[in-house]
């Protein structure tokens, strides 16, 4: 009989990393230059909520440290499985390197090298029986498609977008069932003109007035490009599971004044509308009238609608790190603007970089989103960014990240074992310490495992567990019964 908190039993205890802040070797084996390779890292330290990096003109003369060599798991991927094998993980998510595919973006032929590489990647995973979850673009693409057509600004993007998902999908669709389009598509709301999405729409060479209009823009080419994903996965193999990937921050009002509470709704709306049309296929209706209401001429047709309508996600994958909380702003609209309407909720703590610490909210966030969606849900990023201490002996105390995963995970189970909410899998950040994708550093650590590596990319590269990883070890080992 199962006892009152039971987890499924196929459930996918996991972790999840991103190619570009762990692979390095960018520019091994034919690889092309990507957006992420041209990101400038350490400029902006220690950003307080949200990350604010810049994208060069060019590769940075002198290597970008530590980008260009993330943690060099391009190499030592086969030892990093082995521990990550010994930590228990069912389930792996990491996302392909699309210039290790398409160097340039625009090709007719693959990088044979590059799917080599990937191949060889997940059959060493599931010699460990671990699952391979695959994010196709994680905040990156060719940065030629950026120089050479203007990025998502373009419809063109459409087209060499499904070149790349096709050849990926048939290459190694008869190994991996879990997939997903664009991680954390978003946060080009939130981060406006420095999301990397964003710049990959050419977004900087706009006056800022056209931001907004190009930030939709983009965003209605990158859904009309998952919905076809969506159709080609079920006509090559009707097993194949495609999921969008929404980052999850729940939005509460800071009092229960009516304006504050619409003004977290429409927040919540405005920023997960995303999540919305992957889901259900459909634009709402509030956003087709603000677009109007503001002339932002979007570029949609009759045919998008139809495409977007008949492939919705079968999954809906979403990070969860944190929530915010905002008051009115009198707007009309009641648009979201993190700057003007971000509180402090005195009710949470927060982490070295001022990102607030809520358990419950994951349970809410799953609640809103499964009665509005009804889709199956995959937590695919949760974690804990903190400036971990390696001690003499090899040891790190991270004593703050075990509580930070125990509280999260007893919420989550609630959402799973008294709501009801299907939950596919849970895959904390990163499990392994890799480059921060919001400040280029690697001083903010998410991993159960240490490695010694500085922001420069100096060290010895060495791998230590910390204390969190005999925690998670045993949480998997009983089903998350023991916390
Ligand atoms: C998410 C991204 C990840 C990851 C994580 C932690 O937004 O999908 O790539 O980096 O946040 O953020 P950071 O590395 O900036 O601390």
Redesign the pocket.
């Known amino acids: 009989m199962r006892t009152e908190y039971q987890m499924p039993d196929d459930f996918l205890w996991g972790v999840a990393v991103?190619a570009h802040?762990l692979e390095g070797a960018w520019d091994i084996d034919g690889k092309g230059v990507s957006i992420a390779d041209v990101m400038l890292a350490g400029e902006n330290k220690k950003i307080q909520t949200g990350?604010r990096r810049v994208v060069t003109d060019d590769v940075l003369p002198n290597g970008n440290y530590p980008n260009h060599r993330g943690i060099d798991f391009y190499h030592t991927y086969p030892k990093d499985f082995k521990l990550l094998a010994e930590l228990g993980i069912k389930a792996f998510r990491t996302s392909i390197a699309w210039t290790r595919i398409f160097p340039n973006g625009d090709e007719s032929e693959p990088n044979e090298a590059g799917l080599k590489f990937y191949d060889d990647m997940i059959d060493d995973m599931l010699r460990h029986e671990i699952e391979p979850v695959l994010t196709m673009s994680?905040?990156e693409m060719p940065y030629h498609l950026v120089k050479t057509y203007g990025g998502w600004r373009n419809r063109k993007l459409i087209d060499f977008w499904l070149n790349f998902a096709e050849v990926v999908l048939r290459r190694y669709g008869d190994r991996v069932t879990y997939w997903m389009t664009f991680?954390?598509i978003n946060?080009q709301m939130a981060w406006q003109d420095s999301h990397p999405m964003l710049q990959n729409s050419g977004l900087k060479d706009y006056p800022s007035d056209q931001a907004e209009r190009l930030m939709y823009q983009a965003s209605h080419y990158e859904l009309v490009a998952s919905a076809l994903t969506t159709k080609l996965a079920h006509e090559i193999n009707t097993e194949l599971q495609i999921g969008c990937m929404i980052?999850f921050n729940p939005v509460y009002p800071a009092t229960s004044k009516p304006e504050d509470i619409m003004m977290a709704e429409r927040a919540m709306q405005n920023r997960y509308y995303w999540g919305e049309v992957h889901a259900t296929g459909k634009y709402p209706n509030w956003l087709l009238s603000y677009w109007q209401h503001k002339d932002l001429a979007i570029d949609y047709t009759d045919e998008d609608l139809t495409i977007i309508a008949e492939y919705p996600v079968d999954f809906v994958g979403f990070?969860y790190?944190m929530s915010w909380t905002v008051t009115d702003t009198g707007d009309e609209w009641l648009f979201y603007d993190e700057e003007k309407n971000h509180g402090d909720n005195p009710y949470l703590q927060k982490s070295d970089?001022g990102w607030q610490i809520d358990p419950v909210g994951v349970r809410y966030a799953m609640n809103w989103m499964w009665d509005r969606w009804h889709k199956p849900m995959f937590i695919v990023?949760n974690?804990f960014?903190a400036y971990d201490q390696l001690q003499t002996d090899g040891s790190v105390h991270d004593d703050y990240r075990i509580a930070y995963f125990r509280d999260h995970i007893k919420a989550m189970k609630k959402a799973v074992v008294l709501d009801k909410i299907p939950l596919i899998g849970y895959c904390p950040?990163?499990g392994i310490d890799i480059?921060?994708?919001?400040?280029g550093e690697m001083a903010?650590r998410?991993g159960f495992i240490y490695v010694d590596l500085d922001d420069l990319g100096h060290g010895t590269g060495m791998r230590y567990r910390k204390d969190s990883f005999a925690w998670y070890q045993q949480v998997i080992q009983s089903n998350g019964a023991v916390l």
Not at 435 to 439: G, I, P, Q, Y
């Open positions: 991103a802040q990350g994680h905040f991680n954390e946060n980052a990070s790190y970089w990023e974690g960014g950040w990163s480059v921060s994708a919001s400040t903010k998410y």
